[in-house]
């Protein structure tokens, strides 16, 4: 087995050959002299006398290497130089050189023996396992690894004659060896046919060239690297939901003192703040494909959305409650706006009402106080006592078009709006979302005018206006759901179970924990769906919670009064795309901790995949209510402080005097 231990192009080359007897020559080229071969008793020495020589001998050599080495190796000139001047340095006694030689040997027979270390100092290529021939010829190599020792340093040239004689030789192995080094690294981790070479490690000469970094990275999201535990969530959220970085909460700006992970290290850049850097040159560009998907600097680019969403899936929290018009609000909304599984905020919140309570704007309020400061009400719309407002994240806001509404009324005699449908969509990036919440007729076997409500409401809502259609080409003018991209309809649909009050009472003592296939098999909306006749193309998904009505307030028992209603699934989120697998239900659950109505709260949490955008649509430029921001960080400041007050006092009283 022939292993290569280095070359060079010029005069000047060494090469090591070790033959299947154990044999280890040295073949270095003297500056001077015609080319000559000695034996092999001779002392192995092969000079070259022009560079002609040099070349085909290196030419032969090149051939053994990899074709993919070949194309990347730069092999540069090699001039000799006169041999140094001796250092002066303190006369040696022999017990030190002896000593230095034995340990040069003992290192030399150490790296070539242990499997885990390098072969040897010069980058050679070893083989891994030594087979039993060169094991029993150990005694050469030691000789010769012990001669090399020797030339690598000053004091065993002194009491080597060959040292003295031959200085500018072992200079020029020097630089062999160097060469070598290099070509050991284009060779990492290649091996030649029916063997297998380690590679020495190989350590810079000099320092490595400055990287540059790209400024645009598209790992970086300004607006969640901020987060002290980031890392912890990128593993949960591949876990648990399969998304990387999203839906993250910048309560704990700078925990650590510095931002966490080295994806941001682009932003460390700027020397004024966190946010990504812009330069000069590309604010002074003015693009030809202003407009385009793939214009520099775009706000709605590809670009900028993989900055702010790596994976091009934002997190959506939509929610439905029908209120029964009760005045009092629940004191605390958490449990049902920031469920405790995901541990992470949604990047944007829908929150759809029926029956709503007469102060909508109190209800507003409340939202926005739950949600803090990190969210902002883009759009809110009501229609009757119908609802819906739409917070979104507010470093989010700018990438939003102009948000238009629109409502249909499905009970035209009543003077109180409360059936009907409420409307309301806007494109993100490029990705035109359409929400819709309503209220269908009631009554347990009511289901044709159910179905009739759900009709009209698909061909009387006219939406989109004034923002174009991302797909014009798949729309239906008949049908708004086919108009945009992603479509998610919620609402109190009234769909009961077929059974009545006793059998569904049995199923649900059965201790059924999860699994609600017994009861869905009763359920009007499924069978409905499963027929086509109603919210075609929709998916909804699986139900794992109790039927959500009918409750008796402030308890959580179902109906007790002489009525005895059958406990029903009535309220619903269904979902539809226009690209298949866009839209990931995480999770689908109701809120059993609100109890000021008879209908629990039912809400989904959503990924959605997000595509790049063009500029010229019309945008909401960063606007929301900033009203109602002022209002509810106020008030929940104010409630805080109350809060620690009263903590203050109670622990004030129970101290007690003795007089």
Avoid at 518 to 524: A, R
Wanted: overall charge positive; hydrophobic content about 30%; aromatic content about 8%.
């Amino acid at each position: 087995m022939n292993t290569l231990n280095g070359f060079s192009q010029h005069s000047g080359a060494c090469v090591t050959q070790s033959t299947e007897g154990g044999a280890v020559q040295d073949l270095q080229a003297k500056k001077a002299g015609r080319a000559v071969s000695k034996g092999a008793g001779d002392s192995g020495v092969l000079t070259f006398e022009d560079p002609l020589s040099v070349g085909i001998s290196l030419n032969e050599t090149l051939k053994l290497l990899p074709d993919e080495v070949k194309a990347n190796m730069r092999i540069k000139s090699i001039t000799p130089r006169p041999p140094r001047k001796p250092r002066l340095e303190r006369a040696a006694s022999l017990d030190e050189k002896s000593w230095r030689r034995w340990r040069r040997l003992r290192t030399s027979q150490e790296s070539l023996t242990d499997p885990n270390e390098t072969s040897s100092s010069n980058g050679s290529l070893q083989d891994a396992s030594l087979s039993p021939a060169v094991g029993a010829r150990a005694a050469p190599c030691d000789q010769c690894c012990e001669q090399n020792s020797l030339r690598s340093s000053p004091d065993a040239s002194e009491a080597s004659p060959a040292g003295k004689s031959k200085g500018g030789t072992a200079d020029l192995g020097k630089r062999a060896s160097e060469i070598s080094s290099a070509f050991g690294g284009l060779l990492r981790g290649k091996a030649f046919s029916g063997s297998k070479p380690r590679l020495a490690q190989i350590t810079p000469t000099r320092p490595l060239p400055p990287m540059e970094l790209n400024v645009a990275s598209h790992a970086l999201r300004t607006a969640n690297r901020i987060d002290s535990d980031f890392m912890d969530y990128r593993r949960y959220s591949q876990r648990e939901f399969g998304r990387v970085s999203s839906s993250l909460s910048d309560t704990r700006l700078h925990g650590s003192g510095m931002v966490y992970d080295n994806c941001s290290t682009d932003s460390m850049k700027s020397t004024f703040s966190l946010l990504t850097p812009i330069r000069a040159k590309d604010v002074r560009n003015r693009s030809y494909l202003e407009g385009s998907l793939l214009a520099n600097g775009a706000l709605l680019g590809a670009e900028e959305l993989s900055r702010y969403f790596p994976d091009r899936n934002i997190g959506i929290f939509v929610a439905t409650w029908n209120m029964q018009g009760q005045k009092e609000l629940p004191v605390n909304l958490d449990d049902f706006l920031l469920p405790t599984d995901p541990d992470y905020a949604q990047d944007m919140y829908v929150i759809g009402v029926q029956e709503g309570c007469p102060d909508r704007r109190e209800w507003e309020i409340r939202l926005q106080e739950t949600l803090g400061p990190h969210y902002v009400m883009l759009y809110s719309a009501a229609h009757g006592v119908l609802y819906m407002s739409v917070f979104i994240r507010r470093d989010l806001i700018w990438f939003c078009s102009e948000v238009e509404y629109a409502t249909v009324t499905t009970r035209i005699v009543s003077q109180i709006k409360t059936k009907g449908a409420l409307g309301i969509s806007f494109t993100f990036f490029g990705t035109s979302f359409l929400f819709i919440t309503s209220h269908f007729t009631s009554g347990d076997s009511k289901v044709n005018e159910r179905k009739m409500d759900y009709s009209k409401t698909i061909q009387a809502l006219a939406l989109p206006k004034n923002v174009p259609d991302t797909n014009p080409y798949r729309s239906s003018s008949s049908d708004v759901t086919t108009r945009f991209d992603e479509v998610f309809w919620f609402g109190d649909f009234n769909f009961r179970l077929n059974k009545d009050r006793e059998t569904v009472d049995s199923i649900l003592k059965q201790n059924l924990e999860k699994d609600m296939s017994k009861l869905l098999e009763y359920d009007q909306l499924i069978n409905e769906m499963s027929r086509g006749s109603i919210f075609k193309g929709f998916q909804e998904a699986d139900i794992h919670f109790y039927p959500s009505y009918k409750f008796d307030i402030g308890k959580d028992s179902y109906d007790t009064t002489s009525k005895q209603r059958t406990p029903s699934y009535t309220d619903r989120v269904v979902y539809r795309s226009r690209h298949k697998d866009d839209i990931h239900a995480v999770k689908y659950s109701s809120c059993p901790v609100l109890k000021t109505s008879d209908h629990r709260p039912v809400f989904a949490l959503f990924r959605v995949k997000v595509r790049p955008g063009r500029d010229n649509i019309p945008l909401a430029a960063g606007q929301f209510d900033r009203e109602l921001y002022l209002i509810g960080i106020k008030r929940r400041i104010t409630r805080e402080l109350k809060k620690r007050h009263e903590q203050k006092d109670q622990k004030s009283s129970s101290v007690c005097s003795i007089s």
